[in-house]
């Protein structure tokens, strides 16, 4: 979630980098594939105009090395094998994209053509399946699914080929999903876990899309407003409420754990806030709840000094309620909280606003305040660079 501010040359790569690689919607998709700005061949297939015209109908970004192989699909089809020189270092995006084309080597066009059409296939064809198979669970989410049995609501995370990253669509979803099951009478425990080996890798590159010189400073604060929001939902929560940690643990889905009523974690998981690395500052009310938690040393280690920590490392600063092996994980944690589904809901309702409400006020004010910081980290010079070094270690 970010929104950027232009200063010299490192502004000028990272909002096209951001145009042109990091977020796609699928308006977008053929403007990046470079479609209108490259001479075509005198002779396309009807089966490529095609492909070409059905991966402008795709909904959901494909990820980076799916697009950049797109693009080198796309240039080998039209163009030929590379002849241009590989653009420079601070041309991270170029750099890349050119790489990928580069990796195709003397193709010919007509093989790369059959590799495009094959691929975008696939991408619409798993879409529509994804779009088929949501439909026939009756869920209403498209980034996670719900379910609640015998008073236990699980929330999961449902980006498993993403590593559950949080698009701005997943924030919404999981802020209304949280107000669903806090008004549900029907819900006694909620808990949240991911789909696939990740619980979440925190922010997607996708929340990049569509930012500009001229909006910027807008998107910044659209952000921090949806932050603010959805840390508000961790706050503001009237049941007990249990993260379920199936693997490592990124960014916010750190951060707001301090929220939590129990965190269970298997022992494969990690736990990682790598602010500072990324120019930016502490959210998730973790400024506040962090150094009370597991002492000011300890807090500052994870959310100044980008340490990464184990399951049982969170566990003995009591970040984490209870570690278990990861083979029993699943069926020792989901006993558990089955069996804590069975107490009285209005007795835990009451209880936790005993322990928790006294500090309501303080909460929302600490959230307040890392919002705004991270409104101003977000239009700053340093943390342009900070992920622009970023970027050029990714690429």
């Not at 010299?8 to 700005?37: D, E, F, K, V």
């Not at 007509?110 to 529509?128: F, K, R, T």
């Not at 569509?210 to 949806?226: A, F, R, T, W």
């Not at 974690?265 to 009370?292: I, M, N, W």
Request: charged letters at 20%; a neutral charge.
């Amino acid at each position: 979630m970010a929104g950027l501010r232009s200063f010299s040359n490192y502004a000028g790569a990272y909002r096209h980098g951001i145009r042109t690689l990091m977020g796609t919607t699928s308006q977008h998709i053929p403007t990046w594939t470079g479609i209108t700005q490259v001479r075509l061949m005198s002779v396309l297939s009807p089966q490529f105009e095609e492909a070409k015209a059905k991966l402008g109908s795709l909904k959901e970004d494909p990820g980076n090395d799916v697009k950049l192989k797109i693009y080198a699909l796309f240039k080998q089809s039209t163009s030929g094998a590379v002849t241009t020189k590989r653009p420079g270092m601070m041309d991270f995006v170029g750099r890349a994209k050119w790489d990928a084309w580069n990796t195709l080597g003397k193709m010919s066009q007509e093989d790369a053509q059959n590799a495009y059409i094959e691929l975008v296939h696939s991408l619409v064809g798993e879409e529509e399946s994804k779009g088929e198979a949501q439909a026939a669970s009756g869920q209403k989410y498209k980034t996670i699914l719900v379910s609640c049995e015998n008073g236990l609501r699980i929330i999961t995370l449902n980006r498993p080929e993403k590593k559950n990253a949080i698009t701005v669509e997943m924030y919404n979803e999981w802020i209304e999903a949280l107000k669903e099951a806090g008004e549900d009478p029907n819900t006694v425990i909620t808990a949240i876990t991911g789909s696939g080996d990740y619980y979440c890798s925190g922010n997607d590159l996708s929340n990049f899309t569509n930012i500009d010189p001229s909006n910027m400073h807008q998107y910044s604060q659209e952000s921090g407003k949806l932050l603010n929001r959805f840390v508000n939902a961790f706050i503001d929560f009237p049941k007990p409420l249990i993260a379920v940690v199936n693997g490592p643990a990124i960014g916010v889905s750190v951060t707001v754990m301090g929220m939590f009523d129990a965190v269970y974690a298997s022992d494969k998981a990690t736990f990682h806030t790598p602010f500072s690395a990324l120019g930016q500052s502490p959210e998730g009310c973790s400024s506040y709840v962090f150094p009370r938690i597991m002492g000011p040393g300890n807090a500052a280690e994870m959310l100044l000094f980008n340490k990464k920590i184990t399951a049982q490392q969170a566990c003995d600063v009591q970040l984490v309620t209870e570690v278990f092996p990861d083979g029993s994980f699943q069926q020792e944690v989901w006993t558990k909280l089955e069996a804590y589904a069975k107490l009285p809901v209005k007795s835990l309702v009451y209880s936790k606003a005993l322990t928790r409400d006294m500090e309501k006020d303080i909460l929302h004010k600490v959230n307040d305040a890392e919002c705004e910081r991270l409104v101003e980290r977000w239009t700053s010079e340093d943390c342009i660079n900070a992920i622009v070094k970023f970027f050029n270690r990714k690429t």
